[in-house]
């Protein structure tokens, strides 16, 4: 067995790290993070520094771990801002820290890579290797938004577990986007008509466009879209059109790209990922005001793709409490961490409890303002 950290994704074979894949999630797959780094989203700029690691057995990737050093708390979804200030007040150095996840990305999956099976074998040794790099040189270990199955090891393994709510939507085998609606009480099912009725009031028809279908001028347009989106909220955008041009070359199947025309121009777009399972809702943006085009754009297109495509969930992104009159339904989300000091470890591990009843009580709240005729439609 041999382990190396690599510093570039480009340092590991891209078919073997793909075969330990689940689900043919592009966001977990090679050429997603590569494209990231060959188009500078992640790096010293924005404080992701690829710190991979890979577990080899006779020169085949046995076990991966995406893991990144952050400089950072900036696309994390996970806010420990607190906990950085309380290190500082006290003397201590928070930053450098160890980071697995998928950079500005609050999607579920796995964080660490195995093949099916050998999760009991690979597992321990990922994390082991983990919190050693963080004995030695970083404060802390974090492991952002793993699957289930994950989220049970690093349970049992004694990591401080945090909890959050996101609101995905579920496809229980619905036929049409109508029969979708069926199942909603009246008052919500109607309001739903009433704002995909506004765009097409509006004049806009909407594109959906795989990889394959994109022109370049499709993608330049998103980009100018996505740019807007942030220097109106954000100020810095991550990713760029040589990124989304690249992932539309080498994930084609996997991108599903949802443009809207108005009088021959395009003025707005949505860009989701799809998995074997997932449709993953990722960046929006517009050029023009038009009355319930985000909604229509990101979730009315994409729950319609789901029921078309038999594709089981949607996950539009973090928050939102507005999505839940839409269908969307509180799924709790879990994260964790590993401290390589004890100073803050009772005191955090304290906040963590906290936090959790408090996102459980949130959770059962939202459950009363579900739109379902049945309740029982959540996870």
Request: net charge negative.
């Amino acid at each position: 067995m041999q382990i190396k950290i690599h510093q570039s994704i480009s340092e590991i074979p891209q078919d073997q790290w793909n075969c330990l894949v689940k689900d043919n999630n592009p966001l977990l797959s090679h050429e997603f993070l590569y494209a990231m780094e060959r188009h500078d989203c992640v790096g010293e700029k924005f404080g992701w520094l690829s710190r991979h690691i890979a577990i080899y057995e006779q020169e085949q990737l046995v076990a991966a771990m995406p893991l990144y050093e952050k400089r950072n708390s900036y696309g994390e979804f996970v806010f420990d801002h607190a906990w950085a200030d309380a290190y500082q007040r006290s003397g201590m150095q928070y930053f450098p820290k160890l980071v697995s996840a998928i950079p500005y990305t609050p999607a579920n999956g796995q964080r660490m890579l195995c093949a099916e099976g050998e999760e009991a074998t690979w597992f321990p040794v990922l994390l082991n290797t983990a919190t050693e790099l963080c004995k030695q040189q970083f404060s802390s270990f974090h492991c952002l938004f793993p699957e289930k199955q994950q989220q049970n090891f690093f349970i049992h393994s004694d990591l401080l577990i945090r909890h959050d709510c996101q609101y995905h939507w579920f496809n229980r085998g619905y036929e049409s986007f109508d029969n979708f609606l069926e199942t909603l009480a009246s008052r919500k099912r109607k309001n739903i008509r009433r704002e995909r009725q506004a765009v097409i009031n509006a004049n806009v028809s909407f594109r959906l466009l795989n990889g394959h279908s994109a022109s370049e001028q499709d993608w330049v347009d998103f980009t100018r879209f996505y740019d807007n989106t942030f220097s109106e909220k954000w100020g810095m955008a991550t990713f760029n059109l040589g990124f989304f041009k690249e992932i539309g070359e080498t994930l084609p199947d996997n991108v599903l790209l949802v443009l809207a025309d108005r009088e021959g121009e395009c003025i707005a777009g949505a860009l989701m990922y799809v998995s074997d399972t997932t449709l993953y809702g990722r960046h929006w943006g517009s050029v023009d005001k038009v009355d319930q085009l985000h909604f229509e754009a990101c979730y009315y297109q994409g729950i319609d793709y789901c029921i078309r495509h038999k594709i089981e969930c949607f996950e539009p992104g973090a928050q939102g409490e507005h999505k839940i009159a839409r269908g969307f339904v509180p799924v709790i989300t879990k994260s964790a961490h590993w401290l390589s000091s004890d100073v803050y470890h009772d005191a955090i591990a304290h906040y963590c409890q906290q936090e959790q009843q408090a996102v459980a009580d949130y959770a059962r709240q939202l459950q009363e303002r579900l739109p379902y005729k049945n309740h029982e439609t959540s996870r």
